[in-house]
Every structure is written in C-alpha cells, then in structure tokens.
C-alpha cells in the first residue's frame, strides 16, 4: 500500500512544477493577448488606409472628370477666335473675288 501513495515532499515537488507551468501558461496567454491586441490594431489602420485609399480614387476620378470638361470647355473657347479669323479671310477673300469678278465683268462690258 506505500507504494499508492505520495510523499509530502513530492506532493509539494509536484505542486510546486504545477505552479511554475500554471505561471507559464499564463504568461504565455498575456504575450499571445497582446499580439492579437496588436495585430487587431494593425488590421484597423491598414482598414482606416484602404477606406482612405478609396476615396482618394473616388475623388481622382471626379478631378479626371471636371479636368475633361475644363479640356473641353477651353478647346471651345480656343477655337472661337480662329472660326471669326477663319470667317473674316473666307469673307476677304469673297469680296476679293468679287472685285476681281467685276473688274472682269466690267471689261467684259466695255
């Protein structure tokens, strides 16, 4: 039957191994909780940055839009002075050819 038993001294040996991995396992626990507390921090910034990323595109792509009307809207103001330049030689030009005409109508008569 003494050899179903344990000594105190062992009791106590035992006890005192359980203690030191129970402390273990609880630092283990405290290191692993701030990783994860850290980790779940980085998740939220690197969220913060996409959400930060998506509207920095979403506002690109209306500065891309309004810049294109801009484009258009100086091509049109550009091109105004050359259509009256362009119609003031078309209308030299016709009255040019119509002197020339009527000089030459004119000799033709006399």
């Known amino acids: 039957?003494?050899?179903d038993f344990i000594t105190r001294h062992e009791h106590e040996e035992f006890a005192k191994h359980?203690?030191?991995e129970n402390q273990r396992r609880d630092d283990e626990n405290k290191?692993?909780?701030?990783r994860i507390e850290s980790l779940e921090e980085s998740f939220k910034e690197l969220n913060r940055?996409?959400?930060s990323t998506e509207r920095?595109?979403?506002s690109i792509q209306s500065l891309t839009t309004e810049i294109?009307?801009?484009g258009e809207r100086l091509e049109n103001i550009e091109s105004k002075p050359r259509k009256h330049w362009e119609s003031?030689?078309?209308g030299i030009l016709g009255a040019i050819a119509a002197a020339v005409g009527t000089a030459i109508?004119?000799?033709v008569i006399h």
């Open 1 to 3: 039957m003494d050899q």
């Open 18 to 20: 359980m203690d030191s």
């Open 31 to 34: 290191r692993q909780n701030k």
């Open 49 to 51: 940055l996409a959400l």
């Open 56 to 58: 920095m595109a979403v």
């Open 68 to 70: 294109t009307k801009q």
């Open 88 to 90: 003031l030689i078309a």
């Open 105 to 107: 109508a004119a000799g």
